[in-house]
Nanobody, 118 residues
Framework: QVQLVESGGGLVQAGGSLRLSCAAS????????MAWYRQAPGKQRELVAA???????NYADSVKGRFTISRDFAKMTVYLQMNSLKPEDTAVYYC????????????WGQGTQVTVSS
């Protein structure tokens, strides 16, 4: 069974930094794209950043220049370095991975809370 386990969330003051990690485990043939989403209270879940198996990245306009997504293929782990955090970045952050086991499907982590105080 595939699992995505996130870590690194917490409380930080505005202007601070956090680094999120998400490690995949289980019997996995391959992982295609990996991504971070977030959901603030009363809002829809939104894409924050994504990275393909080839290393191409894309970011939400609201985080460009502040967040950086990266991945370690050997460790099946994706990271999100978040700098210059703002109160509006407060949300539950979810890891997502496009995984091939016997078939291809999306998997989600349990979420990690990020709170930015002003």
């Amino acid at each position: 069974q595939v699992q995505l386990v996130e870590s690194g969330g917490g409380l930080v003051q505005a202007g601070g930094s956090l680094r999120l990690s998400c490690a995949a485990s289980g019997i996995i043939f391959s992982i295609n794209a990996m991504a971070w989403y977030r959901q603030a209270p009363g809002k829809q879940r939104e894409l924050v950043a994504a990275i393909t198996s080839g290393g191409s990245t894309n970011y939400a306009d609201s985080v460009k220049g502040r967040f950086t997504i990266s991945r370690d293929f050997a460790k099946m782990t994706v990271y999100l370095q978040m700098n210059s955090l703002k109160p509006e970045d407060t949300a539950v952050y979810y890891c997502n991975a496009d995984v091939v086991v016997t078939t291809r499907r999306d998997y989600w982590g349990q979420g990690t809370q990020v709170t930015v105080s002003s």
